[in-house]
């Protein structure tokens, strides 16, 4: 059973920054597309950013592809989000998400993705 992890989340003030972690287990992720996902409260939850499985080719939503980068270390089984000069409206729960297609393509909606994690708390303070 795939199993994805968040860690990193935590309080932040503006302008500051925190790397997201996301474990996989129950299979190698390496094969498999990732992504970040949001839902800041009372909003719908939000794409923000996919790289492939290979780890070529990334997408980073227009709203904060300046600040924001997605890698994966498939060593490790794991996918990072750099977020960098931190705004309040950054503040969400970010999930990570998979696929259960091998070497399918990512996208940008939910449905795209098979699996997700329980989601890491980001606050960012003013």
């Known amino acids: 059973q795939v199993q994805l992890v968040e860690s990193g989340g935590g309080l932040v003030q503006v302008g500051g920054s925190l790397r997201l972690s996301c474990q996989a287990s129950?299979?190698?992720?390496?094969?498999?597309?990732m992504a970040w996902f949001r839902q800041a409260p009372g909003e719908e939850r939000e794409f923000v950013a996919a790289i492939s499985w290979s780890g070529d080719n990334t997408y980073v939503a227009v709203s904060v592809r300046d600040r924001f980068t997605i890698s994966r270390d498939n060593a490790k089984d794991t996918v990072y989000l750099q977020m960098n000069s931190l705004k309040a409206e950054d503040t969400a729960i970010y999930y990570c998400a998979t696929r259960s297609v091998s070497r399918s393509g990512y996208g940008t909606r939910e449905g795209t993705y098979d699996y997700w994690g329980q989601g890491t708390q980001v606050t960012v303070s003013s």
């Open positions: 129950g299979r190698p992720s390496s094969s498999y597309p």
